[in-house]
């Protein structure tokens, strides 16, 4: 089964930019995934940032972007906000017998 | 708005079965892809299940595969995924989400004895 890796953890500073990157085993990290990105608090229930790689919900803030990367999926955050501190999910899909994997989480400290 | 409340999670015995129910609305629920994602406690997500709008296509993961089956009843609006052969390794929080947009509460299933 493929494996999505991510980083298990990121700092950044009130106001600054980090990237979150999502890779796959099985090679480079394309829209034909049709990456996902998750965003999760403690004690919620996850929410939708990203869908096919860099499209936003209506809800999504403006801060949050993404895009592919180096072979891999990417979530861009511009301006962090303590309220951005939360662990994030990548979500790639597969072929048609496994269609869905999500990567392993990345826990987002503002600081 | 679109609302989805999962039910039907409580303490089961390893081997037993249970049967999660997840009523939707504020969407037209025959016209949509629904998943099932879960959490174990303190870990990360784990994609479980997806089932096509008419029902007729289901894929699961392969840590479930050929113990939970996923259906849907569109004329009442719910989705379904009965689990069988439960292990205690299906301990979790189990998400019902629509197209991967919007994501149910939970429910909680503890598998123990």
């Known amino acids: 089964q493929a494996v999505v890796t991510q980083e298990p953890s990121l700092t950044v500073s009130p106001g600054g930019t980090v990237t979150l990157t999502c890779g796959s085993s099985t090679g480079a990290v394309t829209s034909d995934h049709y990456p996902y990105w998750f965003q999760q608090k403690p004690g919620q229930a996850p929410r939708t940032l990203i869908y096919?790689?860099?499209k936003k919900y209506s809800r999504t803030p403006a801060r949050f972007s993404g895009s592919l990367l180096g072979g891999k999926a990417a979530l861009t955050l511009s301006g962090a906000q303590p309220e951005d501190e939360a662990d994030y999910y990548c979500l790639l899909s597969y072929d048609d017998t496994r269609p869905w994997v999500f990567g392993g989480g990345t826990k987002l400290t503002v600081l | 708005q679109v609302q989805l409340v999962e039910s039907g999670g409580g303490v089961v015995q390893p081997g037993r079965s249970l049967r999660l129910s997840c009523a939707a609305s504020g969407f037209i629920f025959s016209s949509y892809v629904m998943h099932w994602v879960r959490q174990a406690p303190g870990k990360g997500l784990e994609w479980v299940s997806v089932?096509?709008?008419?029902?007729?296509?289901?894929y699961y993961g392969d840590s479930v595969k050929g113990r939970f089956t996923v259906s849907r009843d569109n004329s009442k609006n719910i989705l379904y995924l009965q689990m069988n052969g439960l292990r205690p390794e299906d301990t979790a929080i189990y998400y019902c989400?629509?197209?991967?947009?919007?994501w149910g509460q939970g429910t909680l299933v503890t598998v123990s004895s």
């Open positions: 989400v629509w197209g991967l947009g919007h």
């Open positions: 096919d790689t860099s």
């Open positions: 089932i096509s709008d008419d029902g007729g296509n289901k």
